[in-house]
């Protein structure tokens, strides 16, 4: 399979909400992650704790494309971390589209 030529990129910043803890948080969203990364069009699901805000996650997702992230959100353990209303969104990138190689 040729390598593709751009990749669709999101950055997420999340909330912990006040009725749950960063354990339980995170490792209901280490679940999402190892399941996320298993999808054929996962090229990287990380995520982050801010230093200065223990509350406060940084989720960086990056997929072959706009399709494979879209059919990722549909997931229904995508679906059900969202249902388990752990965290809130703070702000969020839009979907962003990142050229591989520049040169070409």
């Known amino acids: 399979m040729k390598p ?4 669709c990129c999101a950055m997420v910043t999340l909330r912990i909400r006040e009725e ?16 996320t990364r298993q999808e054929s069009g996962c090229l990287r699901f990380d995520l982050f704790q801010f230093a200065e805000k223990p509350d406060a ?18 997931a229904p353990y995508t679906q059900a971390y969202f249902s388990l ?7 969020k990138t839009p979907l962003l589209e990142l050229k591989i190689d520049v040169a070409g």
């Open 4 to 7: 593709p030529k751009s990749t």
């Open 20 to 35: 749950h803890d960063l354990p339980a948080v995170w490792q209901a969203l280490a679940a999402l992650q190892a399941l």
């Open 85 to 91: 209303a752990m965290t809130e969104v703070v702000e």
């Open 57 to 74: 996650l940084l989720l960086i997702e990056e997929f072959v494309d706009a399709a494979a992230f879209s059919r990722h959100l549909q």
